[in-house]
């Protein structure tokens, strides 16, 4: 029997199938991007995702990389690496996926009629939420949107049981899952009438001990440092808020990264704020729904967007890739019906012209020093993907806007020194040896430029420094071999010709090395 338009179109099934190919439309530019900025260090270069067994490989991730302390997150990896390598497009299929099962949970939630299909609608599609999907290692924010929506998908079907292993999933994907079982208590008083157990909710709880003991490692302990000020970082992320909240409504500028944002207090945005959350309070009192939507905003954004100071980044567009629910939200209910579709093909189109600037790690860089000229980030960022030439000005201006950024000084310094401007690039050099003490690279790239001017003596003693921090650095040993041997100390050489032979077998310029001073000495 043939269902009648009227009612097909009523079908949930329906709404969800749409709902999947809205996705995918609005996405499928987005598998030809590449692995960009931080990729490199939790995918491109991250050894401990090249094999699925041991287990404890979900552990080994590099300390401060962006998987640290997220074993679920390296999981998901280790899988996209077994099955492609390091080919991105099966890492952005993953990512797609994660989100429209995000999409089809949220719809679930919501009701699954017509309000819920527009909420669902407009959030999978709002460009705001483009880093999130598109930017692959935000897959760490994905996950944890899964687990957190699936542990109130379960809470709503009754089934505790799946709503406690969802949660302390999501405990091991993103620190922010920690709000998880407060979230769950007020959905179940405010919308399910306070049907589930006292036991319910302390089982909810003791998954803040997966979080806990993850914690205890220190996976990116340089991430979050109270000597840079809780009380400032809390004071600025009034401003930030504010940024998320118009970027809601009017999603541009967006930007991949916010390096430059000042941290200082903006009263006028406190107060705003103040007035926000006073209102909340209210509304979870007086008109608990509307409540609920405020407290989910706060709640989701408070770990990373109060006292706890999460340096490298004082604002990220991912982090409302779930408070964005509640303001569309808030707005889906003044939507007349046939606003809904064309509000979500023109967020669409601004979404696939957003995954554009994704194609390369060139444009997303340029893209966002169009936007934001004083990012010294994005500066050193660009210039690492771009011609000597250009990287040589985009070096300068950085340090004319910082001139202790101990990247832009290393860098330009390598720069210059591949042009064989040594003159040029040994300020530079030293200076990047001085702002990071304890970088191996540093110190054996200025001892290396020393060399080829002539300055042996100099070179030693920065090609020791270079050793002394990577002991297993074959090219270390090489150079300060022959700073050693140009000075006539062939005895002394030797033993480091020696070792940089052992470390790289394959290293035929290191055998002769050796071989010569073995003959000379």
Request: a positive charge.
């Amino acid at each position: 029997m043939v269902r009648s338009g009227k009612t097909f179109g009523k079908c949930p099934c329906v709404k969800r199938l749409l709902l999947i190919v809205i996705v995918v439309l609005a996405y499928a530019n987005s598998f030809t991007g590449p692995f960009i900025f931080d990729d490199d260090n939790a995918i491109a270069s991250n050894p401990s995702i090249r094999h699925l067994w041991p287990p404890a490989y979900l552990f080994d991730a590099p300390q401060q990389s962006t998987v640290a302390g997220r074993p679920l997150v390296s999981l998901t990896l280790a899988l996209n690496y077994a099955f492609s390598g390091l080919h991105p497009w099966s890492y952005h299929l993953v990512n797609l996926l994660l989100h429209a099962g995000c999409v089809w949970l949220l719809f679930a939630i919501a009701g699954a009629d017509e309000r819920a299909f527009a909420i669902a609608a407009v959030w999978a599609v709002h460009p705001l939420l483009t880093e999130s999907v598109t930017y692959i290692i935000q897959r760490t924010e994905l996950l944890m949107a899964l687990c957190l929506l699936l542990t109130l998908y379960c809470t709503k079907r009754g089934w505790r049981v799946g709503a406690v292993a969802a949660c302390a999933a999501g405990m091991a994907c993103k620190e922010v899952m920690v709000v998880a079982p407060v979230i769950v208590w007020l959905y179940d008083r405010i919308f399910l009438g306070g049907k589930q157990r006292a036991s319910f909710y302390m089982a909810l709880a003791g998954t803040w001990l997966v979080l806990a003991a993850i914690l205890l490692t220190g996976p990116r302990s340089e991430t979050v440092l109270w000597k840079h000020a809780g009380i400032d970082y809390l004071l600025t992320q009034a401003g930030v808020i504010l940024h998320y909240l118009r970027l809601s409504v009017w999603p541009a500028p967006l930007v991949i990264d916010y390096d430059d944002w000042p941290m200082r207090a903006n009263i006028p945005a406190m107060l705003a704020v103040v007035a926000l959350l006073a209102a909340t309070v209210w509304a979870l009192r007086y008109r608990p729904k509307l409540g609920f939507l405020g407290a989910w905003f706060f709640l989701i954004l408070a770990p990373t967007s109060s006292l706890v100071p999460i340096v490298t980044e004082v604002a990220a567009e991912r982090r409302m890739y779930l408070p964005l629910i509640a303001v569309v939200a808030l707005i889906a209910p003044v939507l007349r019906r046939w606003m809904v579709p064309v509000l979500v093909i023109g967020l669409m189109v601004l979404t696939w012209q957003r995954n554009q600037d994704y194609r390369s790690a060139q444009s997303i860089w340029r893209d966002a020093v169009a936007k934001r000229p004083g990012n010294v980030r994005a500066l050193v960022n660009l210039a690492a993907v771009s011609s000597p030439a250009e990287a040589i000005g985009l070096q300068q201006r950085a340090l004319a806007i910082d001139p202790d950024n101990a990247e832009a000084q290393y860098n330009l310094g390598v720069t210059l020194a591949g042009q064989k401007r040594l003159d040029e690039a040994l300020p530079h050099l030293q200076r990047a040896t001085e702002l990071s003490p304890r970088s191996p690279v540093a110190h054996y790239n200025y001892g290396l430029a020393l060399a080829q001017t002539g300055r042996f003596a100099e070179a030693e003693a920065a090609l020791r420094r270079a050793v002394a921090l990577e002991p297993h650095s074959a090219d270390a040993h090489k150079q300060l071999g022959v700073a050693l041997a140009r000075q006539g100390r062939v005895a002394e050489a030797l033993p480091d010709f020696e070792e940089a032979a052992r470390l790289q077998p394959g290293d035929e310029e290191a055998r002769r090395y050796m071989e010569t001073a073995r003959h000379q000495r």
